[in-house]
């Protein structure tokens, strides 16, 4: 595919994502991901911020219409309008949430993603600068905001498993970063039972190349820990004594925290004291460095809760804190020194966004879902930290690098390692979406 100008460019992104949308929802793409998922919402909203902002509350509607009673937010909201659970699984019939007293009823899965929305809220309302628009703006906040609270309470309170004050997650799909090799370690106290395979059906694989995707080995895996939390009820309490996978996110947490910001900043507007939400992301902030730092690598990782060892993969969620406006100073140093290390390869002449996965580990695979690859909705996230961490000059060299990835390739869900050509599905939601933001190029740097 030919480069293409930011004209072209934005019309490419403006057309993908109308073409995603469903009735009341956008989905990440129209073959592999055809429901509504959760933190692909809260990054749709932040392109659809800048070209219809009503789809994109209406979009975090729908989401938000689906939380459970205990304020979780699913990771995946099904189909009100039609039944394509032939062409999905996991699937409604499969997570059974409508079974569960306090779930909602709407079909959902079960579990939950990164907590993004809270700031995709924040650029929607920040965008809207003329009357009629602040005005439908401050409503939407009005009803998001509780509902936002909520979820960072159960994530909080219900999901620290740990006792540490981080949320922990009881499946990678929850991290987002589904088959990073940052869970590797965990992983392996999870049984494979392949039998899982015929009796469920990967249905993946009918639209996407196998080496893209997860082998079938952690793919029993990820059955097993989805039907072992459903046949728990969803239940969080007590789940050290009977869940085999139990561990901690720095990316995950890093965006909780982040959210607790956003949702100062919302708090304000609305007449809310934000004294609560600042002090709770500084404690997060406390506890990701205390718990999840390693001044010995110079970044973040992820920790085993079963066996309270840190995950030794140098993986991208572990440079996502420097999102965070109150790390120590010493903290920020060394994770940019490890973003600039051969490993990501952060410079102010690179040509590729930074890896999913240390680009130097001998299991790096350019193709295989984040195993390696590239990932434009965490590069976002990184290029937004820069300039928090006053990096003007880096964050701008990251932000061409994922445009020229974008514009040589298209909006892919992911792109390889190398050569940045288009892997997994293409017309992809987020990819689009953040491109949109990207072109705009006017992140918001906090006072």
Known sequence: ?????????????????????????????????????????????????????????????TLFEAQWGDGRVPHIVFDAHSDRSETYFPGPQFWRSTETPFAPARPTSGIVQPPVHAVGVWELYRRATDPAARQQ??????????????????????????????????????????????????????????????????????VSERSHRPTDIDYARYILLAASYRDHQYRDQGAAEWHPFLAECSAFNAILAAAEYALA????????????????????????????????????????????????????????????????????????????????????QMRLPLPSYDRTAADLDPVRYWRGPLWVNMNWLLWRALHLQEQPVLADALRRAMLDLVRSSGCYEYFHTETGAGVGTAAFSWTAALTLDLLANDPPVRG
């Open 1 to 61: 595919m030919e480069p293409i100008s930011d004209k072209q460019l934005r019309r490419l992104a403006i057309t993908t994502l109308a073409d995603n949308w469903w009735h009341d929802h956008t989905v990440p793409s129209r073959t592999l991901y055809p429901y509504q998922w959760s933190w692909d919402a809260g990054f749709i909203a932040v392109g659809l911020a800048h070209v219809d902002p009503a789809r994109g509350w209406r979009d975090l509607r």
């Open 137 to 206: 703006a401050l409503a939407e906040l009005h009803w998001l905001y509780p509902r936002l609270v909520a979820q960072q309470r159960y994530l909080t309170t219900h999901r620290d498993l740990g006792g540490g004050g981080l949320a922990c997650i009881v499946h990678p799909w929850e991290s987002g970063q589904d088959n990073s090799p940052a869970w590797d370690v965990p992983m392996q106290a999870v049984p494979a039972d392949l039998e899982l395979l015929r009796q469920y059906r990967r249905l993946d694989l009918d």
């Open 265 to 348: 900043d919302i708090a304000r507007v609305l007449g809310h004291d934000p004294k609560p939400h600042l002090e709770r992301a500084r404690a997060i902030t406390e506890a990701l460095v205390d718990r999840l730092y390693n001044p010995a690598t110079g970044m973040f990782h992820a920790l085993d809760l079963r066996t309270g060892q840190l995950c030794p993969q140098r993986y991208l969620g572990g440079l996502i804190p420097l999102i965070l406006p109150e790390l120590p100073d010493d903290v920020v140093k060394s994770v940019i020194a490890e973003a600039a290390s051969p490993r990501f390869g952060l410079s102010e």
